[in-house]
């Protein structure tokens, strides 16, 4: 019940008493009115909402924080299309709910609108999240008003769940990423975008012949079509995956967990761009406490990380960090890490006594000032 209900039953009720003592023409015409007028306005209403159409989207699937201090907006779309010619929607109210799995926020809000007739209007209600996550908004209900605010009707509900990834700034970083190629003399399938090397059975790049050149280097095809003499270089060979534990273990309390959990994601994002930039294939690697497995994420590519972010999100993060390296250990047998990263935002002093620190697998505390590792 609106309060421009509320207030007209009030009316109706006083003239009806007045009705009750005075029974002449002036009152007898104002109850009239009072008996008219919302019928008038249920009319309109009706013919208001018999041609209004509502949809629901979100035009960016991702916002990105200006800094880990500042909130990002998660925007979305309400687009409310009035085919009336000649009645303008005055007010509409959507009523709107979001939630932060990652983080367990959530909350409700109300959007008001209006659209002229025979015009369609595209409303964006932005949600402001202060922590990173995947933040579930829902257009729960939507109804419009008539023009005294007597009556509303609803002209939509339950639109379908728009996720809108919430993700950290990227933080410049180094990774030795010399480190991530192989080391071996194994046969490999992947190849550096950035480095040359001396695998020949993928060309890297080709330039003109110079002094020193070795003459098996020589590009005889090329050269025959170019007229001079054009030298291939060979190709650096990348490590088949490199494995990435993600430890969403956080044992501050509830402020400081959502500054943790935030440098957490910064920290997973700013490593897997710089890798993708490099051509570094990755496997991500975490416990989902919801549904007790390990999850595993291959990500080669930026639309790859941000589905990865999605699944991530989906689990919440934890003060128990005894578990996850129970479940890693679990995880790691017969199945041994190479050129694998651990990375964490809490104190982890047993990880090595507990056996799961290994030739190759180095823990990264993603809460210092930077995240170079140690060569």
């Given at each position: 019940?609106?309060?421009?209900?509320?207030?007209?039953?009030?009316?109706?009720?006083?003239?009806m008493?007045?009705?009750?003592?005075?029974?002449?023409?002036?009152?007898?015409?104002?109850?009239?009115?009072?008996?008219?007028?919302?019928?008038?306005?249920?009319f309109?209403?009706?013919?208001?909402?018999?041609r209004?159409?509502?949809?629901?989207?979100s035009?960016?699937?991702?916002?990105?924080?200006?800094?880990?201090?500042?909130?990002?907006?998660?925007?979305?779309?309400?687009?409310?299309?009035?085919h009336?010619t000649?009645?303008?929607?005055?007010?509409?109210?959507?009523?709107v709910?979001?939630?932060?799995?990652?983080?367990?926020?959530?909350?409700?809000?109300?959007?008001?609108?209006s659209?002229?007739?025979?015009?369609?209007?595209?409303?964006?209600?932005?949600?402001?999240?202060?922590?990173?996550?995947?933040v579930?908004?829902?257009?729960?209900?939507?109804?419009?008003y008539?023009?005294?605010?007597?009556?509303?009707?609803?002209?939509?509900?339950?639109?379908?769940?728009?996720?809108?990834?919430?993700?950290?700034?990227?933080?410049?970083?180094?990774?030795?990423?010399?480190?991530?190629?192989?080391?071996?003399?194994?046969?490999s399938?992947?190849?550096?975008?950035?480095?040359?090397?001396?695998?020949?059975?993928e060309?890297f790049?080709?330039?003109?012949?110079?002094?020193?050149?070795?003459?098996?280097?020589?590009?005889?095809?090329?050269?025959?079509?170019?007229?001079?003499?054009?030298?291939?270089?060979?190709s650096?060979?990348?490590?088949?995956?490199?494995?990435i534990?993600?430890?969403?273990?956080?044992?501050?309390?509830?402020?400081?967990?959502?500054?943790?959990?935030?440098?957490?994601?910064?920290?997973?994002?700013?490593?897997?761009?710089?890798?993708?930039?490099?051509?570094?294939p990755?496997?991500?690697?975490?416990?989902?406490?919801?549904?007790?497995?390990?999850?595993?994420?291959?990500?080669?590519?930026?639309?790859?990380?941000?589905?990865?972010?999605?699944?991530?999100f989906?689990?919440?993060?934890?003060?128990n960090p005894?578990?996850?390296?129970?479940?890693?250990?679990?995880?790691?047998?017969?199945?041994?890490?190479e050129?694998?990263?651990?990375?964490?935002?809490?104190?982890?002093?047993?990880?090595?006594?507990?056996?799961?620190?290994?030739?190759?697998?180095?823990v990264?505390?993603?809460?210092g000032?930077?995240f170079?590792?140690?060569e």
């Open positions: 019940m609106t309060l421009g209900t509320l207030l007209f039953l009030f009316l109706f009720l006083a003239g008493l007045i009705s009750v003592f005075y029974l002449e023409f002036g009152v007898v015409a104002i109850m009239g009115l009072l008996v008219i007028i919302p019928v008038i306005m249920l309109f209403l009706i013919l208001m909402r018999a209004i159409t509502v949809q629901v989207d035009k960016n699937p991702v916002a990105e924080k200006d800094s880990m201090e500042h909130p990002a907006r998660a925007v979305i779309t309400l687009s409310v299309e009035n009336n000649l009645l303008p929607v005055t007010k509409g109210i959507a009523k709910r979001y939630r932060n799995d990652f983080t367990g926020e959530r909350g409700k809000m109300k959007v008001r609108f659209v002229d007739a025979g015009k369609k209007r595209d409303r964006r209600i932005p949600v402001v999240m202060n922590n990173c996550g995947n579930a908004i829902t257009v729960e209900k939507v109804r419009i008539d023009y005294l605010n007597i009556f509303a009707w609803t002209v939509g509900k339950n639109f379908e769940t728009q996720n809108i990834l919430i993700l950290p700034p990227l933080k410049e970083m180094y990774l030795g990423r010399d480190r991530w190629y192989n080391e071996t003399n194994e046969d399938d992947r190849f550096s975008l950035y480095k040359k090397g001396d695998d020949p059975s060309i790049d080709v330039r003109e012949f110079v002094d020193g050149d070795k003459i098996q280097r020589i590009h005889w095809k090329l050269s025959g079509k170019t007229g001079s003499l054009i030298v291939k270089e060979g650096l060979p990348l490590t088949k995956v490199v494995n534990f993600i430890d969403l273990c956080v044992q501050s309390e509830k402020e400081a967990a959502h500054q943790d959990s935030n440098c957490l994601v910064q920290g997973i994002y700013s490593i897997s761009m710089f890798m993708i930039e490099h051509g570094i990755q496997n991500y690697i975490w416990y989902d406490s919801r549904n007790d497995v390990i999850q595993e994420r291959i990500v080669e590519h930026e639309e790859e990380l941000l589905w990865m972010f999605q699944d991530l989906r689990c919440r993060v934890t003060k005894g578990e996850l390296a129970e479940r890693y250990l679990a995880w790691q047998e017969g199945y041994p890490p050129s694998a990263i651990y990375l964490t935002v809490a104190d982890h002093g047993d990880l090595e006594s507990a056996g799961l620190i290994r030739d190759r697998l180095e990264m505390d993603l809460r000032e930077e170079e590792d140690e």
